[in-house]
Structure formats: structure tokens, C-alpha cells
């Protein structure tokens, strides 16, 4: 098969997938879009394509074949074994244009002689197939017991925090190797086969996972608890910005509140009139509590805002295998907040997420009660949202508030289902 026949294989993907995921054909995808796409392949299937490589693909920017890494995603991802698996099928159910429109046999003789020819192809192409799923693939089972992994903190409890890697990849087959702190694809780095040390810094807590990752493909990931002794506050321009800015002068909790005040906003040298995402959190160390069975009540306003039009506060839990968070704002900019519980992205966009707009200048009490794998909302002490999930939380391992405004919190509870409290503070 050529390249221009492969391509137009590409193209017949791509539509299936846009028809899967309910986007129109000819529309553009948005960046958001794309994240939750991307997210959504990674959870699938395990690979991870970037979002400038995925960006290029749908926007039909590429003058050669993407990764078969990339294209095992896309076609796994819509239900397929494979890229092979995908392109067998579809020769079998409707050969490609570009094939019928070069090939003009010119007599029956000559017909005869191709369709020969074709059926040897197509057994040439099974018995293929059937090797490569005799063999085992990258990141199988196989595969993964090859691989060691494992990591060490050189400190206890201090922000930046240095983590020394080992790992050992010499066994497995792979075009490139890469490491990534977290979920944040900024933070991947190249690695070397026979170079089995690598010393990371991470500037945030919380429960990181850091994976190892070859042809795009994750390999095998490991649990990173970054922890601090109180909570912890610091800002960036983005979620992805690697560097935050700490607040390292003035007392976060003060006058029976949690929250930054304007004078440590300016001995920390914080511009609050650029764009800011603002971040407390609180992760000492992996609680005695299960992320599917617990209760979480908080209360909280934003203080300060700078001239924004859609202001937002988001309630997170940090835990073992995944998290979950709300956000809340104002009742005209619902269709730009989101939600997590474990395997469910919640989009605005796509969701009603109404009863979450209040007016964050003003308290607002909320509760997260999770029982058996079921989440239930509760704002003002009214039921507004209900979800349940699959994916196992594991245990909790921290708590945080984010904000694009100066954020007040007058009181935090975490208990099981017991009652018993887990973490409380009226500050």
C-alpha cells in the first residue's frame, strides 16, 4: 500500500472518530476539545497523544504518516485492535479510492492476473497480523514485568521537593523513551536506555503519578506523594506553568480564615492584575480515609477579583488513583466550568452544570458525600448534582481550593462515613 492510500485510511479514522465523540465533520475542533479528546485516548487506551501532535492529525497537517503508536491509539480508541486490524477491515469491506482509481486492468486476462495477486496480498497480510499477535507489544504484561521503577524524596515535607528515579528500560524496543512527573505533559523529558537515574524536581504538592513512557505509550506508572506540613499556597498564570509562585511570607490563615491578604500579595511580589490562578492545598500524607466513602463540607466566598467577567472557585480531592473536583461561578458562565470524578471529565459545554452558579462574593456552604462509588452534591444544603463511577479512588490524600480570585475559606470538614473526623478546622 502507498502513502496516499494509507493517508486517505487516516482520513476514514478520523471521521470515525468524530462520529463517536458526536463532533460534526467538517467543524473545527477547540483546544478544549482536544484536551478532553486526548484525555479521554489516554484513558482508553493507555497512549498518550500530544495535544500538537492530535492538533496536526484532525487539522490534516501531516505530509507523512503519523507514529503507528499514534495511529494504534486512534483506531483502539474507536474500537479497533489495532492499526492493522483497522486497515484489513476496511480494504475488506471498501478498498481505498486511490487503489481502484490507478489500477485499470485492460483485459480479463489481466483482471484475473490482479485479483490473483490481491489474494496472496491479503493472506500475506493475515499471516502478519497473526505474527504480531503472537508477539507480545509494547507495554504489554510481558513487557512491564521487564521494567523497574521505582522512586525516592530527599526531603520530607519541603516545597520544591527533589525526587530520585530508578528505572530500567533495557529490555524493551521502542523509537524514543520519555518521563513525566505528573499529568501535566509539560513536564516530559527524554531518557536513554542504560541510564537508570533520573532526579526530577517537583514545585507543587499533591499525589503525582509519574510514568514512564515509550513511542508515546505508557509503560508503567508509579504513585509520587508530595507533602507539605500545612496547607499551601502559591499561584501560576496557568494549570500547565511548571514554576509557580510561592507565598512564602505572611500567615495564610489568619483572623479565622484560610486565605491569602493583600499585604502578602505584595511581599511575595504577586501581580494581582495579570491573569492569576490562585492555589491552596493541603496534603500532609495519605489520609485513613477511602475516596469512595466520604464526607467533605466547606465554606467558602472569594474575597478579592480582579476585572473578570466569569469568576470561579474549585473544590478538589486529591486521592490515590485519580481526584475529583467542582467548580462553582456565576450563574451567566456555567457553560465554562468543569468537573471530575475519577474516569468522568464533566464539561459546561455539554453538561447542565447550572446548579452550580451562585454568588461567590457571598459565602457558600458545600458538601461532597461519596457512598459506594456514588457522588452527590449538595450547595446551601440543597441536593444539585448526582454521579456515580467506576474507577476506584484509593485513598485520600489531600484537599485543595483554586481560584482566578482571592479565595476565603471559614471552615473545612473530612470525615468517613463513620463520622469520624478526618481533618477539621474552623481556623
Same mark, same amino acid.
Given at each position: 500500500?502507498?502513502?496516499?492510500?494509507?493517508?486517505? /485510511?487516516?482520513?476514514?479514522? %478520523?471521521?470515525?472518530?468524530?462520529?463517536?465523540?458526536?463532533?460534526?465533520?467538517?467543524?473545527?475542533?477547540?483546544?478544549?476539545?482536544?484536551?478532553?479528546?486526548?484525555?479521554?485516548?489516554?484513558?482508553?487506551?493507555?497512549?498518550?497523544?500530544?495535544?500538537?501532535?492530535?492538533?496536526?492529525?484532525?487539522?490534516?497537517?501531516?505530509?507523512?504518516?503519523?507514529?503507528?503508536?499514534? %495511529?494504534?491509539?486512534?483506531?483502539?480508541?474507536?474500537?479497533?485492535?489495532?492499526?492493522?486490524?483497522?486497515?484489513?477491515?476496511?480494504?475488506?469491506?471498501?478498498?481505498?479510492?486511490?487503489?481502484?482509481?490507478?489500477?485499470?486492468?485492460?483485459?480479463?486476462?489481466?483482471?484475473?492476473?490482479?485479483? @490473483?495477486?490481491?489474494?496472496?496480498?491479503?493472506?500475506?497480510?493475515?499471516?502478519?497480523?497473526?505474527? /504480531?499477535?503472537?508477539?507480545?507489544?509494547?507495554?504489554?504484561?510481558?513487557?512491564?514485568?521487564?521494567?523497574? =521503577?521505582?522512586?525516592?524524596?530527599?526531603?520530607?515535607?519541603?516545597?520544591?521537593?527533589?525526587?530520585?528515579?530508578?528505572?530500567?528500560?533495557?529490555?524493551?524496543?521502542?523509537?524514543?523513551?520519555?518521563?513525566?512527573?505528573?499529568?501535566?505533559?509539560?513536564?516530559?523529558?527524554?531518557?536513554?536506555?542504560?541510564?537508570?537515574?533520573?532526579?526530577?524536581?517537583?514545585?507543587?504538592?499533591?499525589?503525582?503519578?509519574?510514568?514512564?513512557?515509550?513511542?508515546?505509550?505508557?509503560?508503567?506508572?508509579?504513585?509520587?506523594?508530595?507533602?507539605?506540613?500545612?496547607?499551601?499556597?502559591?499561584?501560576?498564570?496557568? =494549570?500547565?506553568?511548571?514554576?509557580?509562585?510561592?507565598?512564602?511570607?505572611?500567615? @495564610?490563615?489568619?483572623?479565622?480564615?484560610?486565605?491569602?491578604?493583600?499585604? @502578602?500579595?505584595?511581599?511575595?511580589?504577586?501581580?494581582?492584575?495579570?491573569?492569576?490562578?490562585?492555589?491552596?492545598?493541603?496534603?500532609?500524607? %495519605?489520609?485513613?480515609?477511602?475516596?469512595?466513602?466520604?464526607? &467533605?463540607?466547606?465554606? =467558602?466566598?472569594?474575597?478579592?477579583?480582579?476585572?473578570?467577567?466569569?469568576?470561579?472557585?474549585?473544590?478538589?480531592?486529591?486521592?490515590?488513583?485519580?481526584?475529583?473536583?467542582?467548580?462553582?461561578?456565576?450563574?451567566?458562565?456555567?457553560?465554562?466550568?468543569?468537573?471530575?470524578?475519577?474516569?468522568?471529565?464533566?464539561?459546561?459545554?455539554?453538561?447542565? /452544570?447550572?446548579?452550580?452558579?451562585?454568588?461567590?462574593?457571598?459565602?457558600?456552604?458545600?458538601?461532597?458525600?461519596?457512598?459506594?462509588?456514588?457522588?452527590?452534591?449538595?450547595?446551601?444544603?440543597?441536593?444539585?448534582?448526582?454521579?456515580? &463511577?467506576?474507577?476506584?479512588?484509593?485513598?485520600?490524600?489531600?484537599?485543595?481550593?483554586?481560584?482566578?480570585?482571592?479565595?476565603?475559606?471559614?471552615?473545612?470538614?473530612?470525615?468517613?462515613?463513620?463520622?469520624?473526623?478526618?481533618?477539621?478546622?474552623?481556623?
Amino acid at each position: 500500500m502507498n502513502p496516499i492510500e494509507d493517508k486517505e /485510511l487516516v482520513q476514514r479514522c %478520523l471521521l470515525e472518530l468524530k462520529k463517536q465523540m458526536g463532533y460534526a465533520e467538517h467543524i473545527k475542533l477547540s483546544q478544549r476539545d482536544m484536551e478532553h479528546l486526548s484525555e479521554a485516548i489516554e484513558a482508553r487506551t493507555k497512549i498518550l497523544i500530544s495535544l500538537s501532535t492530535l492538533k496536526r492529525i484532525l487539522n490534516g497537517q501531516f505530509d507523512r504518516l503519523p507514529q503507528t503508536s499514534t %495511529l494504534n491509539a486512534l483506531t483502539i480508541f474507536i474500537g479497533y485492535t489495532g492499526w492493522h486490524d483497522f486497515k484489513t477491515r476496511k480494504l475488506l469491506e471498501n478498498p481505498v479510492s486511490a487503489l481502484t482509481d490507478e489500477i485499470q486492468p485492460p483485459s480479463n486476462q489481466t483482471n484475473s492476473r490482479s485479483k @490473483a495477486w490481491i489474494g496472496v496480498g491479503l493472506v500475506v497480510l493475515i499471516i502478519i497480523i497473526a505474527f /504480531l499477535l503472537k508477539t507480545p507489544l509494547l507495554g504489554s504484561q510481558n513487557a512491564a514485568d521487564n521494567i523497574q =521503577f521505582s522512586a525516592k524524596q530527599t526531603s520530607s515535607q519541603n516545597i520544591p521537593n527533589s525526587v530520585v528515579f530508578n528505572y530500567n528500560i533495557d529490555k524493551v524496543e521502542a523509537d524514543s523513551f520519555h518521563f513525566q512527573q505528573s499529568w501535566n505533559e509539560r513536564t516530559k523529558i527524554g531518557i536513554l536506555k542504560n541510564s537508570h537515574t533520573l532526579t526530577d524536581i517537583y514545585y507543587e504538592p499533591g499525589y503525582h503519578k509519574a510514568k514512564l513512557i515509550a513511542n508515546g505509550k505508557v509503560l508503567k506508572e508509579i504513585g509520587v506523594n508530595i507533602t507539605a506540613k500545612d496547607w499551601f499556597c502559591y499561584s501560576k498564570a496557568s =494549570f500547565t506553568e511548571l514554576r509557580p509562585q510561592y507565598f512564602s511570607k505572611g500567615n @495564610a490563615i489568619h483572623d479565622g480564615v484560610l486565605g491569602v491578604t493583600d499585604e @502578602a500579595i505584595e511581599d511575595n511580589n504577586i501581580d494581582f492584575q495579570k491573569d492569576q490562578i490562585y492555589f491552596y492545598t493541603f496534603c500532609p500524607k %495519605l489520609m485513613e480515609v477511602a475516596g469512595d466513602n466520604f464526607s &467533605y463540607k466547606a465554606r =467558602f466566598r472569594l474575597r478579592k477579583i480582579k476585572n473578570t467577567l466569569c469568576p470561579w472557585i474549585m473544590t478538589e480531592v486529591f486521592c490515590e488513583n485519580s481526584f475529583m473536583y467542582f467548580t462553582n461561578t456565576t450563574p451567566g458562565c456555567i457553560g465554562e466550568i468543569n468537573a471530575k470524578i475519577s474516569e468522568h471529565e464533566i464539561r459546561g459545554k455539554t453538561t447542565d /452544570l447550572s446548579p452550580f452558579g451562585c454568588d461567590l462574593m457571598q459565602w457558600q456552604d458545600l458538601e461532597i458525600r461519596v457512598i459506594n462509588k456514588n457522588v452527590t452534591i449538595y450547595l446551601a444544603h440543597k441536593k444539585i448534582f448526582e454521579k456515580p &463511577y467506576e474507577q476506584s479512588l484509593g485513598l485520600i490524600a489531600g484537599i485543595g481550593f483554586t481560584s482566578n480570585g482571592i479565595c476565603e475559606v471559614d471552615k473545612v470538614s473530612l470525615e468517613d462515613l463513620k463520622g469520624r473526623v478526618v481533618y477539621g478546622s474552623g481556623f
